[in-house]
């Protein structure tokens, strides 16, 4: 990362999400899936680098996602999708540092979109706010709104329908067995529960809300996810994230969580992390916008 923190740069986290239950209870006229779902901000995650540039290019420092090309990248993609609603004449060079393994339903690549739409909306001086961005990001991908907005969330629609919610905080093993779950292909998958009955805020408060539509389907066709699940049920709750191959404990001690690594599969990554009550990336504006620098 030589250069990296010269002049110019300025550092943004990109925090990864759980899902702490997620339901499928129709489809839309326009072939979507109606979701509902509680996303919990985490204290841990990707972290962007952006330099402003005066010449208009927007371009990608380095490599963000193996296998990813520039043009299809997350991060590129919300820098010129901002800089055409704004009309800017700016441009940036960008650094993705990635953490956050991809299809894990962490929220990586959205994560990464939202960072670099709100902190460049700061460099380049657009100011479109917190509500324009939101909307922008959803042409990006569903999960890229609770990123803008930086607030745990109940949500409905495509996931991008929120409403703020207080979480008690915790700390959290998480597990990533080294499978990429491809989204669409759990989406055919014909055993797949499409019609959940809709649940209310109530409902999750009161603890009746915790599955995952899509365990049943991954489990069966990843048997190093079913491992996963295997190996923790005797000791804790595991519960899977998004349409992704991760699986999370959600502990009230970081003691707690640790004591379950000695029970996690030897052919999976995991951390101990710990949840946001908002995200890193507010605070990070907070300072900005204060004249610290955004990395604290």
């Known amino acids: 990362m030589n250069g990296l923190d010269g002049e110019g740069w300025s550092q943004w986290p990109a925090p990864a999400k759980l899902n702490l239950f997620l339901e499928i209870i129709g ?59 704004a009309n800017s004449s700016q441009g940036a060079d960008i650094v993705v540092e990635k953490v956050i393994p991809t299809g894990a339903g962490l929220g990586g690549g959205s994560s990464d979109a939202a960072t670099v739409l709100v ?9 479109l706010g917190v509500d324009r961005l939101a909307e922008m990001g959803l042409e990006l991908g569903a999960d890229v ?13 495509l996931g991008e329908k929120l409403t703020p919610v207080e979480l008690p905080p915790a700390w959290v093993l998480l597990v990533h067995p080294g499978v990429h779950a491809a989204t669409a292909r759990l989406f055919q998958a014909p055993d797949l529960t499409r019609d959940s009955p809709p649940a ?7 603890g009746r809300l915790g599955g995952n539509a899509f365990e049943a389907v991954l489990r069966r ?35 707690q969580a640790e004591a379950l690594l000695p029970r996690v599969p030897e052919h999976c990554r995991s951390w101990v992390v710990q949840s946001a009550a908002r995200s890193p990336l507010q605070d990070a504006v907070a300072r900005y916008t204060t004249g610290a620098s955004p990395s604290g």
Request: with cysteine; net charge neutral; hydrophobic share 40%.
């Open 27 to 85: 489809r839309r006229p326009d072939g979507y899936h109606e979701l509902q779902t509680v996303f919990r901000l985490l204290d841990w995650g990707d972290r962007i680098r952006l330099r402003p540039r005066g010449d208009g290019r927007v371009g990608r420092v380095g490599t963000s996602v193996e296998g990813v090309a520039e043009g299809d990248d997350l991060a590129i993609r919300a820098a010129k999708l901002l800089k055409s609603e």
């Open 119 to 127: 902190a460049l909306d700061l460099l380049w001086n657009t100011r």
């Open 145 to 157: 709104p609770v990123f803008v907005r930086g607030q745990n969330a109940w949500a409905t629609g």
């Open 200 to 206: 209310t805020i109530s409902d999750f408060v009161a």
């Open 221 to 255: 066709l990843e048997p190093d996810v079913d491992a996963v699940f295997q190996a923790l049920r005797p000791w804790a709750s595991p519960r899977l994230t998004g349409s992704g191959s991760a699986v999370f404990v959600e502990c009230a001690t970081r003691a």
